[in-house]
């Protein structure tokens, strides 16, 4: 029986794909709830890398260029950017294929194998990040294929194999670290040391030594291809993020991402499973764990919704290291290895509603009425596969201040600082719901107004995805999400002021920037259009 696991477990994995993938693939496009904002950002790298740019040299990200060049080589070839991201994770998971099968015939028992492979697999094809919310979305699609990077990476270090020299397990270990690296680097800083150390400590010596190979070659031919500025640039990009106030955490404190009572049972559940390998005489298990916890921490915290999707591969790691346990009853009279077991339900429990979430996510947009959605672009071709519900597309919805403009009302004092360019103050009002029919409506204005004329344009604001909808050009060297200082303004011709922007606190930040070069005698903006919606603004380089 024994000879066929493996051929067993490359079926299960193979449905899995075919099932999940399968159900994503039913509609024919990419049917989105959510977090239009985020999708027009990832719509712009892919756009961008497809017309031949590169991250970090062309413009500004701190995502890495893995996170979207399979959708973009898609996306390339003819595709619609919404099937190009179905296909993409279909792809992925099929890659995966085979590093499972050897992870869980090296490592795991098969229905621990089985579990693990299925746990990648959905965090692979999924079409939502994780929490319990039901909408589905692919913003943040890079977590997802980092955390999978991850888990095999950090289960192949933590458990040797049964067999074998060593080299197919560095290659894959070297691989998926740098996968790892290539998405998400807040992934490979947290988790690097752990695993290196784990490696030493299971003495895969081999391993390590064919890891840090494979890992060398990838860094040499990106360098060969890209450049040393390439990790110059990405390095510049990740440091302009960490010093941002706009988005260097996008969620909870780190303190609440420990101990909030949301995350607490998690925080506690870890920690109680550390004792227990500790007591069960699986020391190199609970030492390894013990260090993984503050990257859990940290990547929680880094990632929007701080959804703890660590929980299940703690989960995995005590079904694994159970097998390793020895019988011993503590002082409570508890059975240490009995406990690792009841510790691996635990966890398992806490992250069941996001992992069910995640699983069958495939299946809700399967279900979902076509009739209920219109093309996030309305003009974008073959790219309007990628759809969000009509309710958010096309109603535009905003949050306006009421005290200090109705005279019943009289203004509160402890309001954010009010956003003025040049004197001129614009009304509190941010838009809640809409976000493309708003963009849309002002890129087909400026166009209508012969002023877009292929030049670029500088938003002043969180999103600056105007040129998806017109004749606009992207800036060089701008960015899609806006993370700090002024990046792009050098290129652009342009400057956009929604006078309903996604991010009032933004604006503001971005009027100092304005208004100091203005007022030093760098910058010459002259008002060119203003309609209820916005200004735009000629720049002048002085």
Request: glycine residues 8%; proline residues 5%; aromatic residues 10%.
């Amino acid at each position: 029986m024994t000879h066929k696991r493996p051929a067993v477990l490359a079926a299960f994995f193979a449905i899995l794909i075919l099932l999940l993938g399968g159900v994503s693939i039913w509609k024919g496009g990419l049917y989105i709830g959510k977090h239009e904002g985020d999708t027009m950002h990832l719509m712009q790298i892919v756009f961008r890398m497809a017309d031949g740019q590169t991250p970090h040299l062309d413009f500004m990200t701190p995502i890495g260029a893995l996170a979207f060049w399979p959708i973009a080589v898609l996306v390339t070839a003819g595709m619609g950017v919404g099937m190009a991201v179905i296909w993409s994770q279909v792809i992925a998971a099929a890659v995966f294929l085979p590093m499972l099968v050897w992870v869980s015939k090296t490592r795991l028992t098969p229905w621990v194998g089985a579990l693990f492979g299925l746990i990648i697999m959905v965090l692979l094809m999924s079409l939502v990040h994780g929490e319990a919310q039901r909408s589905v979305s692919i913003s943040m699609h890079y977590n997802r294929l980092a955390w999978a990077a991850a888990f095999v990476a950090i289960v192949m270090a933590l458990l040797p194999p049964k067999s074998g020299r060593g080299t197919v397990d560095g290659i894959i270990l070297g691989l998926m670290i740098c996968v790892m690296a290539m998405i998400k680097m807040t992934y490979f800083v947290s988790f690097a040391v752990p695993i290196l150390v784990a490696l030493v400590l299971t003495k895969q010596t081999r391993a390590i030594v064919v890891a840090a190979i494979t890992g060398l070659a990838v860094v040499a031919v990106i360098t060969i291809s890209q450049g040393i500025g390439y990790w110059l640039a990405y390095a510049g990009d990740l440091l302009t993020v960490a010093g941002s106030d706009v988005r260097s955490a996008p969620g909870e404190p780190l303190p609440a991402i420990m101990g909030a009572p949301a995350y607490l049972g998690g925080s506690l559940a870890v920690f109680i499973s550390i004792i227990f390998l500790r007591q069960a005489k699986v020391e190199t298990g609970g030492l390894v764990l013990l260090l993984l916890v503050p990257g859990f921490f940290y990547v929680t915290y880094q990632n929007f919704g701080n959804d703890p999707q660590w929980l299940l591969l703690v989960t995995v790691l005590l079904l694994a290291l159970h097998d390793q346990a020895q019988d011993v009853v503590t002082r409570f009279g508890v059975n240490a290895k009995s406990a690792i077991l009841t510790m691996a339900g635990v966890t398992f429990a806490l992250t069941a509603p996001s992992f069910f979430n995640l699983a069958y996510s495939p299946f809700r947009h399967a279900a979902i009425d076509v009739a209920d959605y219109a093309p996030i672009l309305p003009r974008g071709g073959v790219h309007t596969d990628l759809q969000s519900a009509d309710l958010r597309v096309n109603r535009v919805d905003a949050r306006i201040a009421l005290d200090g403009q109705i005279d019943s009302l009289p203004f509160y004092e402890d309001r954010d600082e009010a956003a003025i360019l040049m004197g001129e103050e614009i009304p509190r009002c941010t838009i809640e719901l809409g976000l493309p029919r708003v963009m849309d409506v002002i890129a087909r204005d400026i166009d209508a107004a012969d002023l877009s004329q292929g030049r670029s344009m500088f938003a002043a604001d969180i999103f600056a995805s105007h040129w998806l909808f017109g004749d606009l050009e992207p800036m060089e060297k701008g960015a899609p999400w806006y993370y700090g200082g002024a990046p792009g303004l050098k290129d652009a011709e342009l400057v956009l002021v929604p006078l309903c922007p996604v991010s009032q606190s933004v604006q503001v930040e971005i009027f100092e920037i304005l208004n100091g070069l203005v007022n030093a005698g760098k910058l010459q903006l002259t008002e060119v259009r203003r309609t209820d919606m916005y200004v735009l603004f000629e720049k002048t380089d002085l």
